[in-house]
């Protein structure tokens, strides 16, 4: 019995065999376009993509529009917003359509001071000021603040506040992000130091796997920067909350 169940079986497995490969060769035959293997193409290009986690400063201005156009679908950015630009109504409009398409804005001050250069209530004026703000953008449209900051050029206060500071944040549940990439798009409106456009690709050409990436809401970056990155089939964008 236990013989002519394992014939039965073979003959079974032999018939699939045969039916797959007359399938596989009729698809060859007829086929010019192989959609099965393109397929298997795209998925592999898919897992080849490298995630990365674009953070976009110093808006929101009127400009955030044409960026959120020059996005795909999938990519996701993270804005450091300022207060104060969000503390007008066409503000607050723009924040809440970059939540809506499913981006996330963080704290980046209420007018982008140096920290070092004020005195710590001042400091947190700025942070809780700003909080409420993002508070309002993301209720307004039912999703919960993940608190993300970003100090302002990157200065964590003067040596007496500097930890004070940073457990007032953390108090406030608030996580603190750097970057691991400078674009320097800023540089490109430098009159000292000015960078040209390729001497900016040159650095964004850098980008690997897991950066967190820094640019600012400013024309050059808008034009050549996103689409560098939105427009290549390179990079995966995710915001931050993603970051394990
Ligand atoms: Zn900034």
Sequence with gaps: M???????????????????????????????????????????????????????????????????????????????????????????????????????????????????KINIEKVKEEILKTDELIDKVYRKVGRKNPKLFRFPYGDLGNKKDKKEIKSFLENQGYKIYFWDLDSEDWMHYSKKNKKNLDEIINIISKTKEGDIVLVHELPITIEKIIPFYTYSDKYNLKTLTNIK
């Excluded at 996005?71 to 503000?91: R, Y």
Aim: proline share 4%.
């Design 2 to 116: 236990k013989e002519l169940r394992k014939r039965v079986l073979t003959a079974l497995f032999a018939c699939s065999l045969m039916a797959l490969s007359s399938n596989y060769l009729t698809f060859f035959s007829r086929t010019p376009q192989m959609p099965q293997i393109l397929l298997a193409k795209e998925l592999e290009d898919k897992d080849s993509k490298q995630t990365i986690y674009l953070t976009v400063d110093d808006g929101p201005k009127k400009s955030i529009e044409t960026l959120l156009e020059k996005c795909e679908e999938d990519d996701k950015i993270t804005f450091f917003m300022i207060g104060k630009l969000l503390d007008t109504p066409n503000g607050f409009k723009l924040a809440c359509k970059s939540l809506e398409l499913g981006h996330e804005i963080g704290n980046h001050s209420y007018s982008h001071p140096r920290f070092s």
